[in-house]
């Protein structure tokens, strides 16, 4: 799974040999830098660029263009090297700054194809020469770092801050350049040069003076800075003042995705008018992973364009701000009478803002609600809703499918935008619906016996739609129910003898249950080592199996509860997952043994609440769990269907 970071985070790198790939909007030149353990550079053999591309352990692309691709050897690079960093620089020519073309995208990625770590570069603006990542070496072992510092004055500046001194900064970055002109395709010339270099040469006379540069295109702003204008990150306010300059962000497509299907005809629609979404429109081998991706990338179109909105709303707040703290700071509006009116041109400026800002936020998320109503009914049982009609004639599959949806997303700025909130299978963590009180806002409305009953309900329907969604063999579930707490939540899995045993009650249910999966793993787990899995012995089930424990922590003593994280930390890798439905606060008898247990699991929630923290945008999403409508009887007919296709499939 692709690590995404944000600018100063970083991620362990395991392999020596890896691809730094770089997706850019537009054609950008690509260079690799190398320097000490202080970030200084030295000597001559700094810089990969077209005109020299291969250092000790890199090798960096040839021309202009909007991908690239680096070729690092790790065990290759000089033993003084401990920064090895990636530089992206705009042409002369093309667009003059970061802020006007769409985020680029850099990558760690193994050479077989799959990304270890990304980094989209999002906050840039005035930039025309930014250190995207570097590679850094830490305590022996080699790790990336998400870096995105930009350079206004261009590459020259940047090697100037890198330590060179300025005749040989400019020198150096004229050179690359002036090679990049007779490899690429862009009109680079020569008069242009200074542009992106930097002023760093005396100055020139009037007579010497290049050509003035063109006017800029019209701005393709990068998703997650609405301003062209806003503050950089070093915080320089502009002394113009900032226009929105953000659009409907563009998904990103990786090259380790799988081929695009085949063309499909567009759809029908009027002149001038947005093209009508499609069910399955992104890549994939199956419309199931098609699907899939589509759902993902609704997700991060949702997260960009709400960022942007709030990071639009937060400036014109501090421009706000910064205008009435002058206003008032200066006596002579004090005195004459025109601080009214000069606080009422701030909060005008301000409110103009902040209404271009939400027409674009309802523009896009026009556009998502409409992909939303075009996707959602398309979905594959696995993916759907218990009201979607797909239920009324689904089977049990051959297959295991793709993913499992949990519930539903949405953010406060679109309540009614639901975006599917899908995991992989088998599961890589375990679950943990929290029937505690203290859990959200709206837990403690609830009385608490009907917020466990919620709780139960919802695990049943998870284990009901994990049941019905594989093959007939292929899935087992177990509950503990030590207190006999949940038998009516329970009541349509016994009845429709699903289950692989009955619900454990009291203590020695606990301990048959617990020794029961944990011998499981420890054999699976010795027979996997011996690289013999078809010698398990013939009384082991071979089919995932899912465990759900309710009310914990009554009935646990101290070996139950070792046996319980045993299986919480050991059982997903051979197939055992577990479902936890548990107040946190009851289990605090056991003091911090049961941390690591709680921090393992995947915490949701039986009521609306916005306990997903989002560390790439620092969204809290709302979590929902989607559960049958009222009188529905979805549940007990997936239950019926999968009795059936488990009586047909026995010898």
Avoid: C
Avoid at 109 to 127: H, I, S
Avoid at 435 to 441: C, F, H, Q
Wanted: net charge negative.
């Amino acid at each position: 799974m692709t690590a995404e970071l944000v600018r100063g985070q970083n991620h362990p790198v395991s392999q020596s040999r890896v691809e730094i790939r770089v997706s850019a909007g537009t054609p950008v030149l690509a260079l690799a830098s190398l320097a000490d353990e202080q970030g200084r550079f030295s000597g001559d053999g700094i810089l990969a660029h077209p005109g020299a591309r291969s250092l000790p352990g890199v090798r960096s692309p040839g021309e202009l263009a909007e991908r690239h691709t680096f070729a690092v050897d790790l065990d290759e690079v000089a033993a003084d090297v401990h920064r090895l960093g990636v530089l992206l620089v705009l042409p002369p020519g093309g667009p003059v700054r970061f802020g006007a073309v769409p985020a680029s995208y850099v990558a760690v990625a193994d050479p077989d194809g799959a990304e270890l770590a990304g980094y989209t570069l999002t906050g840039l603006d005035a930039e025309t020469a930014v250190v995207a990542l570097e590679l850094y070496r830490r305590q022996g072992a080699w790790k990336v770092r998400a870096v995105g510092q930009g350079y206004a004055e261009g590459l020259g500046a940047l090697l100037t801050d890198g330590g060179l001194a300025a005749p040989q900064a400019a020198e150096l970055a004229a050179a690359a350049l002036r090679t990049a002109a007779r490899t690429g395709e862009s009109d680079i010339t020569l008069a242009a040069m200074p542009t992106l270099v930097g002023d760093l040469r005396a100055p020139q006379t009037p007579a010497q003076a290049p050509a003035p540069a063109p006017e800029p295109p019209d701005p393709v702003p990068a998703p997650g800075h609405p301003y062209a204008g806003a503050p950089g990150p070093g915080g320089d306010t502009p002394a113009s003042p900032p226009t929105i300059s953000y659009a409907h962000p563009r998904r990103r497509r990786t090259s380790t995705e799988p081929p695009e299907p085949a063309p499909r005809a567009a759809a029908a629609q009027e002149p001038g008018q947005a093209p009508r979404p499609v069910a399955g429109d992104a890549s994939g081998w199956s419309m199931e992973e098609r699907l899939y991706n589509q759902v993902w990338g609704m997700f991060e179109d949702l997260a960009r364009t709400v960022a942007a909105y709030r990071s639009a709303v937060e400036f014109a707040d501090s421009r706000m701000d910064r205008e009435l703290d002058e206003a008032l700071s200066d006596p002579r509006h004090r005195l004459g009478g025109s601080g009214n009116a000069a606080r009422d041109t701030a909060r005008a400026r301000r409110e103009e803002l902040v209404a271009q800002a939400q027409a674009v936020l309802d523009r896009d998320l026009a556009l998502l609600i409409a992909e939303s109503e075009v996707v959602e009914p398309a979905l594959p049982a696995a993916y759907a809703r218990w009201d979607n009609p797909v239920w009324h004639g689904h089977r049990t599959p051959e297959e295991s499918p793709l993913a499992l949806r949990l519930g539903d997303l949405h953010l406060p700025e679109r309540p009614d935008l639901r975006i599917p909130m899908l995991t992989r299978v088998p599961l890589e963590r375990g679950l943990w619906i929290d029937n505690g009180r203290t859990g959200s806002e709206a837990a403690m409305t609830m009385d608490t016996d009907r917020l466990r009953r919620a709780a139960m309900d919802m695990a049943v329907t998870l284990a009901v739609r994990l049941l019905a969604v594989h093959p007939a063999d292929r899935f087992s579930v177990h509950v503990i129910d030590a207190a006999g707490a949940g038998s009516a939540s329970l009541a349509p899995l016994v009845r429709a003898g699903v289950l692989a045993a009955p619900p454990a009650a009291g203590a020695a249910g606990v301990t048959q249950t617990l020794a029961r999966l944990t011998r499981r793993v420890d054999l699976v787990q010795m027979a996997l080592r011996a690289g013999a899995p078809e010698d398990l012995p013939p009384d082991v089930d071979t089919a995932d199996q899912l465990l759900i424990v309710h009310d914990f922590p009554h009935g646990f003593d101290d070996r139950a509860v070792t046996q319980l994280r045993y299986l919480a930390d050991e059982g997903a890798a051979v197939g055992v997952h577990l479902l936890m439905v548990a107040d946190r606060d009851e289990a605090s008898a056991y003091g911090p043994l049961l941390d690591p247990l709680w921090r393992s699991l995947m915490r949701l929630s039986p009521v609306p609440d916005n306990h997903l923290a989002d560390p790439w945008v620092h969204h809290a999403w709302t979590f929902e769990p989607n559960l049958p409508p009222q009188g529905s009887r979805v549940l007990d007919q997936a239950l019926d269907r999968v009795a059936e296709a488990r009586r047909t499939t026995r010898p």
